[in-house]
């Protein structure tokens, strides 16, 4: 999935703190950091914009693009945001007890690089 979100600090797990972390919470740290590539302010992501925040990325911005908008029209909007959100929510939550802990989130990014 976007690698920028697996290196995304959720504020609890971040500052190392035993507590966990929301869908809820994830949901509006995530939005918001990925917000932040919206250049014109209309609260969505082109696809421009999204290739703009991604230029060192080392999988292609476009292709990624293509498989977050759901909707099929050029742009990610908070729903599609947080149904992105939700499902790696999803899988870093390995006992399914709806908190994201600080040792989980360690799980998923080793995961990830494998």
Do not use: C, H
């Amino acid at each position: 999935m976007a690698a920028a979100l697996l290196a995304m600090p959720i504020p609890a797990l971040a500052a190392g703190e035993g507590e966990g972390v929301s869908l809820a919470d994830f949901q509006a740290a995530g939005r918001q950091r990925l917000l932040r590539a919206d250049a014109n302010g209309d609260a969505k992501i082109s696809k421009e914009e999204w290739a703009a925040g991604r230029k060192n990325a080392k999988r292609d911005p476009s292709r990624m693009f293509g498989r977050l908008d759901a909707n099929g029209d050029g742009q990610l909007e908070a729903s599609e945001i947080d149904t992105l959100l939700a499902r790696r929510f999803k899988r870093l939550d390995a006992n399914g007890d709806g908190m994201v802990m600080p040792e989980e989130r360690t799980a998923g990014r080793k995961a990830a690089d494998d």
